[in-house]
T-cell receptor, first 114, second 113 residues
Framework: AQSVTQLGSHVSVSEGALVLLRCNYS??????LFWYVQYPNQGLQLLLK??????LVKGINGFEAEFKKSETSFHLTKPSAHMSDAAEYFC????????????FGRGTSLIVHP | DAGVTQSPTHLIKTRGQQVTLRCSPK?????VSWYQQALGQGPQFIFQ???????QRGNFPDRFSGHQFPNYSSELNVNALLLGDSALYLC????????????FGPGTRLTVT
């Protein structure tokens, strides 16, 4: 079984500040991990994914995430927030060698203040 | 290259009615999955279609059914609508080369009154 916990339903930062969105996962086998972004009234867009290669993954729009097996974490970071980063962010896990159906967290809403 | 498309964008139905939502996958993709996203929640997997057959199913009742056509497009049908079926319904597609990466459509917002 697999599951994802996103700590904090809302995260508020100032423009230019560091963005840190937390994700912890549970998986009985080595996982694939994903971060998606959802803008209002839109579908999900893939930001980045971990598929057992490098543990530090770089994605689009300046985001990156680090896979830490010992902590079962896959936190998303961005050095400097932009107003355009305001959106809902979802962490997801799927199991290698399985059905590849991802299980999503409940999401974290990123609020960026000018 | 068109991405995943869904129709309609919005839909209002009355409790007890039936609804059909449509999805066209990204070019080159042959596998389609459907998700339900309730307000304030993450997407929940409904089912997945490949080669015109349902291959995987999430924890959804039989009122939810689907179909995949020879051109890989797909439909989601929901019978006997309940108020709790109000949600954003997302379609996602993937191809054989990218089994661990799905591309999502913009969704259909279903409101049941």
């Amino acid at each position: 079984a697999q599951s994802v916990t996103q700590l904090g339903s809302h995260v508020s930062v100032s423009e230019g500040a560091l963005v840190l969105l937390r994700c912890n996962y549970s998986s009985s086998v080595p996982p694939y991990l994903f971060w998606y972004v959802q803008y209002p009234n839109q579908g999900l867009q893939l930001l980045l994914k971990y598929t057992s290669a490098a543990t530090l993954v770089k994605g689009i729009n300046g985001f990156e995430a680090e896979f830490k097996k010992s902590e079962t974490s896959f936190h998303l970071t961005k050095p400097s927030a932009h107003m355009s980063d305001a959106a809902e962010y979802f962490c997801a896990v799927s199991e290698t060698g399985g059905s590849y159906i991802p299980t999503f967290g409940r999401g974290t809403s990123l609020i960026v203040h000018p | 290259d068109a991405g995943v498309t869904q129709s309609p964008t919005h839909l209002i139905k009355t409790r007890g009615q039936q609804v059909t939502l449509r999805c066209s996958p990204k070019s080159g993709h042959d596998t389609v999955s459907w998700y339900q996203q309730a307000l304030g929640q993450g997407p929940q997997f409904i089912f997945q279609y490949y080669e015109e057959e349902e291959r995987q199913r999430g924890n959804f009742p039989d009122r939810f059914s689907g179909h995949q056509f020879p051109n890989y497009s797909s439909e989601l049908n929901v019978n006997a609508l309940l108020l709790g079926d109000s949600a954003l319904y997302l379609c996602a597609s993937r191809g054989l080369a990218g089994v661990n990466e799905q591309y999502f459509g913009p969704g259909t917002r279903l409101t049941v009154t």
